[in-house]
């Protein structure tokens, strides 16, 4: 199957080099990191492992969400048991609802013989529910029945079975705004976010960045059989002022493209992707004469969370991650 994977013991076993152990020792799933916010992560990951209870974990594209339930699902009583991706996204509502309850032969065209679904086949384990925000609405309801009566009915079938299942969710969405914009619920929000963990940008974990290329350079070096596979440091500035929308994934290809672009095995400035070299390259869309002051693009952009939320401030301090009595005072600087 695709879009679902177990829990395979060469990628939980992630080197340390360049990175700090993670603070479990028991754990066998290690995270390159040297930065303070991540290692805080993998330490409050560490502590809600211990518990069934549902985390959900946010971020942008590529930061690590997958890496930090994986982690969880290691670290925790369930490590012996499965654990079960699912990329919500890449599938229609049918055939997504079929891979996560199952279904009984005939209970729709295609149907050919019972299949059990993900949840029953997660028991004793753990199962991601990767991309969550893109679930349709009539999948929110009965996922949000799984986490209310901790049971499922198979697709076809009228008794409900239970299920022994630990619950990740991970999203790169800002389901606060999906909820406002009524394309998430607000109760199956709050079920999925007992704990929610956010995983910073890479661009706010500079120290990140060395160790990844360090790992990196280690790790390409025995694949790509280049043993003396060398990083010129002045790639490093580079990386520093580059923004990584595709964070630890993006850094990953750009330093093996180097690497095979590199004869030589030493990766120069000249062998990096050109949108690593020209950062301001995709700054060039936006016309000089329409510049704006950091100030009135943060109101601007307050303005629309706002209206988003038809007004409402409580919600609108919360999406924007900001108090309410922060808000208030930003919004009299408003001219009337
Ligand atoms: N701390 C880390 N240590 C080692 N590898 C990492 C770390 N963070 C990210 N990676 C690597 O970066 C890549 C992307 O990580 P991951 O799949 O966890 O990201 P994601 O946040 O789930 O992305 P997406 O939103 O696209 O699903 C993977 O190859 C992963 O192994
Ligand atoms: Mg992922």
């Given amino acids: 199957m695709d ?11 992630l080197s340390t080099n360049g990175g700090t152990e993670t603070n479990n020792e028991s754990s066998r799933f290690l995270a390159v990191t040297k930065s303070k916010a991540f290692q805080n992560i993998l330490e409050i990951a560490g502590r809600v492992a211990r ?24 670290s925790s009583p369930r490590s ?14 049918t055939l997504l609802e079929s891979e996560l309850f199952g279904h009984k032969a005939g209970s729709f065209t295609g149907a050919v013989r019972d299949r059990v679904g993900l949840f029953e086949q997660a028991a004793r384990g753990t199962i991601l529910l990767d991309e969550i925000g893109d679930i349709s ?10 986490l209310q009566e901790r049971e499922i009915l198979r697709i076809g079938e009228s008794i409900p079975r239970k299920v022994d299942t630990r619950i990740i969710a991970a999203t790169n969405r800002d389901l606060d705004l999906a909820v406002s914009d009524g394309r998430f619920r607000e109760d199956l929000l709050y079920r999925l976010r007992v704990i929610e963990i956010e995983v910073p940008p890479l661009r706010e974990r500079h120290e990140d960045i060395v160790s990844h290329v360090e790992y990196c350079v280690k790790k390409l070096s025995k694949r790509l059989n280049l043993p003396s596979l060398h990083l010129d440091p002045a790639c490093l500035d580079y990386f520093r002022t580059y923004p990584w929308p595709g964070n630890v994934r993006e850094l990953q290809n750009a ?5 095979v672009l590199s004869l030589d095995g030493r990766i120069k400035p000249e ?15 936006f016309s000089l004469s329409a510049v ?13 969370v706002l209206r988003s939320t038809g007004g409402n401030k409580a919600k609108a301090a919360k999406i924007l991650g900001i108090g309410q009595a922060t808000l208030w005072r930003k919004l009299k600087t408003v001219p009337m």
């Avoid at 609405?137 to 799984?146: D, E, F, H, N, S």
């Fill in 3 to 13: 879009n679902t994977e177990s829990n395979s013991a060469d990628r939980s076993n």
């Fill in 255 to 259: 330093i093996e493209r180097a690497a």
């Fill in 292 to 304: 704006k002051t950091l100030k009135e693009v943060e109101l601007d952009y307050i303005m629309i």
């Fill in 137 to 146: 609405l009539a999948t929110q309801i009965k996922l949000l029945r799984v």
């Fill in 271 to 285: 062998h990096l992707p050109p949108q690593i070299l020209n950062p301001d390259f995709s700054t060039k869309q």
């Fill in 51 to 74: 518990f069934d209870s549902s985390v959900l974990i946010t971020g942008e594209t590529g930061v690590g969400k997958e890496v930090i339930a994986r982690f969880i699902h290691a």
């Fill in 80 to 93: 012996k048991g499965p654990l079960l991706s699912i990329n919500c996204g890449a599938l229609p509502e």
